[in-house]
């Protein structure tokens, strides 16, 4: 008679193994056991997944560039026509407190490097620029500055103020000698989240004071942002050939920064705006007037 351990172990072994061992149910019933999770897997993987991929990198690939309207069929207008529809949405408001403002939209990559300047327009837009003056006090820089109109100059003083959190100006430029004391005062942490600090770069660090005063009080600065650059070409009262020189002179320094930047990135100019304060965009095409637009004398003043 066979030991009874024999069939106990045997046994074991036989129910431990149909325990542990993998169910495979019958392919051919599994569509109407497990619908839901068939379609579920479907979705998931095999072709569907190799098509959502495709499109996403297919929209990565289109995105690499800002999104631009297409302009053929765009209704644009001359500079005086856009004045005159502008000027009737600013009916009722103070000249001097209405500027035209003109957005130069670009066709850029994403990644590619950005227009940032700062130029005098033939005709003032701005002359109440608070410009503050980083020198010297006592200096030749610091005389220079005072005569060219600065409302702030100094060193110390002008530090202790911007790190008290007094930042009574709207523009700041230093003389090349000072920018040493200006980077160990540590300013760049509080005035470049404002876009304030000075650089070599932005022409802001300078030898000759003066002249630079001089710019800043009757010039703008601009900068690209999301393929736009955008800047005040003018105030209510301008007539149609004010803006007219200010818009010519600004299109072309940017034209020029366009073409410096192109080796590094794609950069045309694609559509051209004029707009208010108070008003909407108005596409222009180029040109300066039409047969039904209205006089010069219309256009300006009050």
């Known amino acids: ?165 007094k930042i009574e100006f709207d523009v700041c430029i230093c003389h090349a000698p000072s920018q040493q004391n200006m980077n160990k005062a540590g300013l760049g942490r509080i005035l470049g989240p404002k876009g304030l600090m000075p650089t070599a770069k932005l022409g802001t660090v300078v030898d000759n004071v003066g002249t630079a005063v001089r710019n800043l009080r009757g010039g703008n600065s601009y900068r690209e942002r999301e393929g736009v650059v955008r800047m005040a070409v003018g105030q209510l009262g301008f007539s149609p050939e004010e803006l007219k020189a200010n818009i010519g002179t600004f299109m072309a320094q940017l034209k020029k920064e366009a073409m410096a930047l192109s080796d590094q990135g794609p950069k045309e100019i694609s559509e051209v705006v004029l707009s208010s304060t108070h008003a909407p965009g108005f596409s222009l095409n180029g040109e300066f007037k039409t047969d039904g637009s209205p006089s010069s004398q219309a256009l300006t003043g009050a």
């Open 1 to 165: 008679m066979a030991a009874p351990q024999r069939y106990l172990s045997s046994l074991t072994r036989s129910t431990v193994s149909s325990i542990h061992a993998p169910v495979r149910p019958n392919p051919s019933i599994l569509p109407f056991l497990c619908p839901f999770q068939q379609q579920s897997r479907g979705y998931k993987g095999g072709k569907n997944a190799v098509k959502s991929k495709a499109a996403a990198s297919a929209k990565k690939k289109k995105n690499v560039f800002f999104h631009q309207y297409d302009q053929k069929d765009a209704i644009k207008f001359s500079l005086c026509d856009a004045m005159r529809y502008i000027r009737a949405f600013e009916v009722g408001k103070k000249l001097s407190s209405v500027k035209y403002e003109l957005a130069v939209k670009l066709r850029t990559r994403r990644t590619g490097p950005v227009i940032r300047n700062q130029m005098r327009l033939p005709h003032t837009v701005n002359d109440s620029v608070r410009v503050c003056v980083i020198c010297e006090p006592g200096s030749r820089a610091a005389k220079d500055a005072a005569a060219a109109g600065a409302n702030i100059i100094g060193e110390d003083e002008v530090f202790e103020a911007v790190k008290a959190g």
